[in-house]
């Protein structure tokens, strides 16, 4: 079956080719929005970032003093210690202790 007289392709091919175009810009625009959200909430989280790396090394610092002191022989520091241990924290005394984030 043949096209009658006249007509072209032309046009419906223009239309799809404005809507294909329309779409990609809508969406290209829709991304760099939530682009946009997404470094927002990343910067939103940085305090809260901060303040966890200060409570975990002051947590790495008294748990190190802690297991230093069962080494010595303290038998409270000892139980501690080995309540540490089941619950799954080890303490490495041999790492150097942990400095806190610099306050800004």
């Known amino acids: ?4 007289a006249g007509r072209s392709v ?7 080719g404005l809507a294909v175009a329309g779409w990609s810009g809508f969406q290209t625009f829709q991304l760099v929005i939530e682009r946009g959200n997404l470094a ?8 809260q970032v901060e303040q966890s790396r200060k409570v975990r090394a002051a ?3 008294v748990a190190t003093k802690t297991a230093r002191i069962a080494r010595d022989g303290n038998p409270n520091a000892t139980v501690v210690v080995e309540e540490l ?10 790492a150097p202790p942990a400095e806190p984030a610099p306050a800004p």
């Open 10 to 16: 032309f046009i419906p091919g223009l239309l799809l």
């Open 59 to 61: 947590l790495e610092s």
């Open 85 to 94: 241990r089941k619950r799954g924290l080890t303490i490495d005394l041999d």
């Open 1 to 4: 079956m043949n096209a009658p």
């Open 40 to 47: 927002g909430a990343l910067a939103n989280q940085e305090p």
